[in-house]
């Protein structure tokens, strides 16, 4: 299976703020397709988690231009400025190139 | 609106089985992959499984932990995905999500235990 392995575990932030979100797999992500199938996901309080970020770098619909999603092949980065109230939770990054579909252990973030 | 409402989840025995379903409106269901995924409470989600859609014959796969006891499928005239968990063990307990790829069902609880 493909590891994920996000870094830090938790993150303290000033509203504001910003900050970044580590992700690395174990193995390349890249498809035999060409695509990357790295995405970011936010899980607020009691919540589902919702889509942020898909094939590395795409935001989802109606999430704001504060979230921007790099990387390539292992490593890969959730970046987010001007932190706001609604951004806290725990951010999980998932790869869905190779079966099984594996994510990452979460960060979560909090306000300092 | 995309909506994905997950049912039957509930308290069951070690050994007992279990069907959800997810109930998915406001898009073209034979279009999407449908996964499952589970969530133990405090962890990171785990993916299940998966069943391809239309275009890939509804295939499906799965992750090896769950393999050979539970099975994904789906009713694409009443656009639900189902999933039926057999020889259920404590482990297992966990909030489930149906998903299409971009959105997540609000989840249902499933409490293994005797």
């Known amino acids: 299976d493909v590891v994920m392995t996000q870094t830090p575990v938790s993150l303290s932030v000033s509203l504001g703020g910003q900050v970044s979100i580590s992700c690395r797999s174990s193995?390349?992500?890249?498809?035999?397709?060409?695509?990357?199938?790295l995405s970011w996901y936010l899980q607020k309080p009691g919540q589902s988690p919702q889509l942020l970020i898909y094939?590395?770098?795409n935001r989802f619909s109606g999430i704001s231009d504060r979230f921007s999603g790099s990387g390539s092949g292992t490593d890969f980065t959730l970046k987010i400025s001007r932190v706001e109230p609604d951004d806290l939770g725990v951010y999980y990054c998932?790869?869905?190139?190779?079966?099984?579909?594996?994510f990452g252990g979460g960060t979560k973030l909090e306000l300092k | 609106e995309v909506k994905l409402l997950e049912s039957g989840g509930g308290l069951v025995q070690p050994g007992g089985s279990l069907r959800l379903s997810c109930a998915a409106s406001?898009?073209?269901?034979?279009?999407?992959?449908m996964s499952w995924i589970r969530q133990p409470p405090g962890k990171a989600p785990e993916w299940l499984g998966v069943?391809?859609?239309?275009?890939?014959?509804?295939?499906?796969e799965y992750n090896p932990s769950v393999k050979g006891r539970f099975t994904i499928s789906r009713d694409n005239t009443q656009n639900i995905l189902y999933l039926q968990m057999n020889t259920l063990r404590a482990e297992d307990t966990a909030i489930y999500y149906c998903?299409?790829?971009?959105?997540w069902g609000q989840g249902v609880m499933v409490t293994v235990s005797s």
């Open positions: 998903y299409n790829n971009y959105y």
């Open positions: 406001g898009f073209t269901f034979t279009d999407f992959y």
């Open positions: 069943i391809r859609n239309k275009a890939n014959g509804y295939t499906t």
């Open positions: 193995q390349s992500l890249v498809h035999n397709n060409g695509n990357t199938y």
């Open positions: 094939k590395v770098s």
């Open positions: 998932g790869q869905g190139t190779q079966y099984p579909w594996t």
